[in-house]
């Protein structure tokens, strides 16, 4: 079973995903991932044998009653299909902008784990509260969107902050964004996070 999220869209010739990337495509006995990622969406799909998807419908939570995915996320979902397959331009932009936010990063002493996908995870120490001040600071003052992952997702006083560079970003939005980050891993450092979040509470 391969939960695929990050690779469904941007890895592989095709962008088919991580088993095409290893080339083990055809050994999956069932794949699945996020429309949240590369289909820019919400809801999800699998694939797989008729008998496995089958009883997986008449089984899942999500698949009881009415709760199906909304037509327009569904037609959504398929014309990003569509480009994903057409639109290989997209895929290279992509990972042109990925490289060049992972590199800078890490060339700036962030670290970054060891991510091998276009989802860019950024671990700093801290607390939930310092982090919510931290993503308030970048939206409002420096234009940079992300989201935190918290415990238990991650251990106790780490922070993850997770990036997602597009095909629509250009290299202009990646630098500016990595000298947001440095400004706020200087604030980060010097406490002013902490003091926001305290006036806050
Ligand atoms: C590996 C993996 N699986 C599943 C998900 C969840 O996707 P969704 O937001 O559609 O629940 C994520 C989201 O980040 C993920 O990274």
């Known amino acids: 079973m391969v939960d695929d999220a990050h690779g469904f869209g ?8 991580a088993g ?4 083990v495509q055809d050994d999956i006995d069932v794949y699945f991932a996020t429309f949240a990622k590369s289909m820019a969406g919400i ?3 699998f694939a797989a044998d008729k008998d496995i998807i089958q009883y997986l419908q008449y089984n899942m939570r999500s698949q009881m009653f009415a709760k199906s995915l909304p037509m327009a996320m569904v037609k959504g979902a398929l014309k990003r299909l569509d480009m994903l397959r057409t639109m290989p331009e997209l895929k290279e932009k992509l990972w042109e902008n990925t490289n060049a ?10 670290n970054i784990g060891k991510t091998n996908t276009c989802v860019t995870p950024v671990f700093l120490e801290g607390d939930i509260p310092e982090a919510m001040a931290m993503v308030h600071d970048l939206r409002e003052n420096y234009g940079v ?13 780490m922070i993850l902050l997770r990036l997602i560079p597009t095909a629509a970003h250009t290299l202009e939005d990646v630098s500016e964004t990595i000298i947001a980050f440095s ?11 902490k003091r926001l979040a305290a006036s806050m509470a």
Do not use: H
């Open 183 to 193: 400004n706020m891993r200087d604030k980060l450092e010097k406490g002013v996070y």
């Open 20 to 23: 095409e990337e290893q080339g």
């Open 145 to 157: 969107f992300c989201s935190i992952v918290v415990y238990p997702v991650i251990p106790k006083g």
């Open 10 to 17: 941007t890895l592989g010739k095709t962008g088919a995903g």
């Open 43 to 45: 809801g999800a799909f």
């Open 101 to 110: 936010l992972q590199s800078g990063l890490k060339e700036n002493g962030f």
